[in-house]
């Protein structure tokens, strides 16, 4: 199919439609509940989860825009399936379930979506998550660029876990499972032509099994807090997490990890990495009596290898993120402002 | 905010993301899963539902790229939610949670992206819906057109109701729920600027009312295949019928209820009405013994006044659809091939 492209009538609905669903979808992402090509996907809970009398379902949903579609480390495709799967997670939740809807302009040549479809599957298997629904809508020459991906997530939450954004409390402790800045500054050099030179790699990956390592040594009450920080960066989602609170974060510059490699890339663009996107990393806000065993299970874990304790929850200065310098100074770290870079995901 | 416009920093993730976030999704959509504003929404299935031991979840995606925006009946906002809470009806499926994701064009008028804001809210209230978890992106001018929408929905599948497309049976009745093309005609000629002279409306809207008194009505084990026929139109989805049932479909072309504005437009844009868009229709495949009463309960509610009995199954000609003409001959009606409009939907 190398010279083959996308026309409108893949997304016609009639033949084409067909010949698509067959030929990509329902061939990588094959799945019982998806072979059912009904209008909904039918899916047995009981199948796979005991039925408690307090069953919690979690539900999410992220577009992907991501502009170049292929870079180090990743592609839209991982990337969708990727974030859904951490929304999820960092709720607590066991991801199940992923629905696909492609937006496509006309003309992207079918290889690049296999290409992507096939990065999909790959990496909803190594997640264990199924692709069980999905829609194709094709959109006119110039409409588009190139190929967008919503996808939404299910997953249940398991009993005892209360994992949110409003639970943070003084004295937790701030931990993050990796090194910042990854993703966003590989999207930024590839776009700035320093791709030669440049050994970045995005950190797209799904964390529910670093997420899960983590409650396993925990115990599910004692997280409080799991955010992954994508738009907007580290310090974006700490404010967040401030805000809902009501909490101060005092947070260390000099523990918070970072590669070499990334920092010489934001000091050349003048960026800061606090506001770069990650896509592999979270943050997690634990009681402290279980901070270092919450520590060795990140560090454990492929995914948590640079985990590192970067900070703590305080009573003072509620709703701010208080960043102490290496200098022995503190400054107060914002939400981000205005924009950084269009399309990092 | 009359002349407020969508910037890029409307997706950054960061302190206009948040401030879009309140000012409109927040305020309009707001219910206690959304208003957790949390990497996933957290959803009590014991709340609503019994939970029996083989509890059924349905999910299905739909991304709209529907242009205009605007249309007599109807926008994008309107068309989000319906098709979704439809595709989840279809599978017999009572719709409970949507997600939505927002893909905006840079520029996009902040007042338009409110007045389909408000229609979503609108539409979900009327179908007994809440929108609970969303996402938004912005790209750069050019790189979309104006906005796209997807919405995913989750419900359950009540006991005892097994509709799927590959259960028609010869024998069974085929119904249909009123009027074809209504969708697809009013916006070809909106497009085709015939807009002054048509009183063309879209039939837009969700079906899950009419799915329940259907269900009530029959019982729920004697309606086989629910499908609502939208892209590549009745005869699409007729033969798709055909085809996940291995049975013939004979179809009364006189019995096919079409408005004579949607005839006429037809005509005069030289097009077949059995392969243009409904957004508010459904066809039914129902056990004959249950055909009356079928048809009596669609056409007691305000969305099936005009239903009709269009045909019935057979086991003459597996997997085609026929069209028994008014002049008595017979023609086989395939699947749509080719395009007829692209972004109906």
């Not at 967008?148 to 701030?174: H, S």
């Not at 580290?234 to 404010?239: F, I, R």
Request: glycine share 12%; with cysteine; aromatic share 4%.
């Amino acid at each position: 199919m190398s010279n083959e492209v996308i026309l409108l009538a893949h997304g016609s609905g009639g033949r084409l439609s067909h010949d698509l669903v067959e030929r990509l979808f329902v061939r990588h992402f094959s799945n019982p509940a998806l072979l059912q090509l009904n209008d909904s996907a039918i899916l047995n809970l009981s199948d796979l989860q005991p039925l408690t009398s307090n069953l919690q379902l979690a539900f999410t949903t992220d577009s992907y825009v991501v502009s170049p579609l292929f870079f180090p480390g990743g592609d839209i495709g991982r990337l969708a399936v990727c974030g859904t799967v951490n929304d999820l997670s960092m709720s607590g939740a066991t991801p199940l379930w992923l629905s696909a809807g492609f937006i496509i302009e006309e003309g992207l040549l079918l290889a690049d979506l296999e290409r992507i479809v096939v990065s999909m599957a790959a990496t909803a298997s190594q997640a264990g998550v199924q692709i069980v629904t999905g829609d194709t809508k094709v959109v006119d020459r110039g409409c588009a660029d190139k190929l967008f991906i919503n996808t939404a997530g299910v997953g249940f939450v398991p009993p005892g876990v209360q994992i949110a954004g409003n639970r943070a409390q003084p004295g937790d402790v701030l931990l993050l499972s990796g090194t910042i800045g990854d993703h966003g500054m590989t999207i930024m050099t590839q776009r700035e032509g320093m791709t030669f030179e440049s050994p970045l790699q995005s950190d797209c990956a799904a964390l529910n099994g670093l997420v899960a390592a983590l409650l396993g040594a925990t115990g599910r009450d004692k997280v409080h807090v799991l955010r992954d920080p994508t738009r907007g960066g580290l310090a974006t989602t700490l404010n967040e997490i401030a805000g809902a609170s009501g909490v101060g974060i005092e947070l260390v510059e000099a523990a918070i990890p970072i590669r070499e490699a990334v920092r010489a890339a934001c000091e050349l663009l003048g960026l800061d990495p606090l506001y770069v996107a990650n896509e592999g990393k979270l943050v997690a806000v634990v009681d402290r009596e279980v901070a270092e065993q919450a520590l060795g299970a990140l560090r454990a874990h492929p995914l948590g290898a640079d985990a590192a304790i970067i900070g703590r929850i305080g009573d003072e200065h509620p709703r701010r993120v208080v960043l102490h310098t290496p200098l022995g100074t503190r400054r107060v770290v914002d939400m981000l402002t205005g924009e950084q870079l269009p399309r990092i995901c």
